[in-house]
């Protein structure tokens, strides 16, 4: 079966650092790869996806960035963090058909 | 722009009574619609519909989609407070590179009183 993994769980960072997070996906091959972030408990905002090595596409102008090294890992960074970008972040993956699972999470707070 | 709009916001219940939940999409072109249940972290999958009329049933909680008003509702009876969560309603995009890309409403807060 498929699991998808997050990490870290949790993260407090000061205004200015960088950022790396991280998702995994085992068990399936050529998943479809997407970060979310979800701020105040609402509604998921999708920031960047993904459908196969090194191709990334971005959804809203931001601070953040993504890569994906390697099929099954897909990466989310920023160089220098701003208060804004505190919330929650997930991960998400799909295989064709249209349901997406999602990982754990992360909850980013920055101050 | 896709879009999906969910309503009521927040609701509160008590235990027994039966919630409808609603979800009005636009989108340029639709492949499915998803409902989750988001308790403390990551939302977890309840339905994908992709028909109209036909109905989609999970014990006590059951969904339809109509896609020629382009609604989506969600029923819960007997409400129990494990039902206390945040309900996202999103729809996927079919067409060429929005392919598989969910668009997601505000959510609805539910919360069950014993």
Partial sequence: SQTIHQWPATLVQPVGSPLSLECTVE??????????????????????YSVG?????????????????????????????????SGFYLCAWTRGSGTQYFGPGTRLLVL | EDKVVQSPL?????EG??????????????????WYKQEKKAPTFLFMLTSSGIEKK?????????????FS????????TGDSAIYLCAVANAGGTSYGKLTFGQGTILTVHP
């Fill in chain 2, 73 to 80: 509702i969600l029923n819960i009876t007997a409400t129990q």
């Fill in chain 2, 58 to 70: 999970s014990g006590r909680l059951s969904s339809i989609l109509d896609k020629k008003e382009l």
């Fill in chain 1, 27 to 48: 068990g399936t091959s050529n998943p479809n790869l997407y970060w979310y972030r979800q701020a105040a408990g609402r509604g998921l905002q999708l920031l960047f």
């Fill in chain 2, 10 to 14: 927040s609701l509160v219940v008590h």
């Fill in chain 1, 53 to 85: 090595i090194g191709q990334i596409s971005s959804e809203v102008p931001q601070n953040l960035s993504a890569s994906r090294p390697q099929d099954r890992q897909f990466i989310l960074s920023s160089k220098k963090l701003l208060l804004s970008d």
């Fill in chain 2, 17 to 34: 009574d039966t919630v409808t939940l609603n979800c009005s999409y636009e989108v340029t072109n639709f492949r499915s619609l998803l």
